[in-house]
């Protein structure tokens, strides 16, 4: 069965370092997310990605964070310079088209700043 | 801002009765209705879904209830089995539009 794949697993960093967070979305889906976990909470939504171009981004999503298509397969969330609020899950998705509803969602890449 | 509230944070349930886990939301604009089951370090997975246009979806032991008029919907599991202990979301979205927002999460335990 398809599934979203993200690398890596777990990365820890310095406060201030950059991250890249690399997935690997299902090969025929459209759109693509990133969303958010700290631990204990909610599952809060970062962007979404659609036609090489963010659609729709929440306030969490500022200057220090991106996003790219750097070719047919990849999707990465760049963070430029890492808080410890940072730390948290960090889940990848994507999604077929606008008509189908499901987000299918990938294992989660735990990201700690020390 | 909640959108969509899980007002239960937890959950526990005999092996074999039905579980019922609710949600609430206040967008009346959602149209689309999913339930997720998330292991701890894993991935939320997909579980159901429905169109406001049903009531009731229905998938193994699996049903999704919808109330519009209330703006809540409840996922229904029978009969409970050890392995369903997980936390479950349960998430909205206007179709056409891009973010699913979710709610906080019910964690049930279902004891054998």
């Known amino acids: 069965e398809p599934e979203v794949t993200q690398t890596p697993s777990h990365q820890v960093t310095q406060m201030g370092q950059e991250v890249i967070l690399r997935c690997v979305p299902i090969s025929n889906h459209l759109y693509f997310y990133w969303y958010r976990q700290i631990l204990g909470q909610k599952v809060e939504f970062l962007v979404s990605f659609y036609n090489n171009e963010i659609s729709e981004k929440s306030e969490i999503f500022d200057d220090q964070f991106s996003v790219e298509r750097p070719d047919g397969s990849n999707f990465t969330l760049k963070i430029r310079s890492t808080k410890l609020e940072d730390s948290a899950m960090y889940f990848c998705a994507s999604r077929a088209d606008l008509i189908t509803g499901e987000l299918f969602f990938g294992e989660g890449s735990r990201l700690t700043v020390l | ?112």
């Open chain 2, 1 to 112: 801002d909640q959108q969509v509230k899980q007002n239960s944070p937890s959950l526990s349930v005999q092996e074999g009765r039905i579980s019922i886990l609710n949600c609430d939301y206040t967008n009346s604009m959602f149209d689309y209705f999913l339930w997720y089951k998330k292991y701890p370090a894993e991935g939320p997975t997909f579980l159901i879904s429905i169109s406001s246009i049903k009531d009731k979806n229905e998938d193994g032991r699996f049903t999704v209830f919808l109330n519009k008029s209330a703006k809540h919907l409840s996922l229904h599991i029978v009969p409970s089995q050890p392995g369903d202990s997980a936390v479950y979301f349960c998430a909205a979205i206007h179709s056409g539009t891009y973010k699913y927002i979710f709610g906080t999460g019910t964690r049930l335990k279902v004891l054998a």
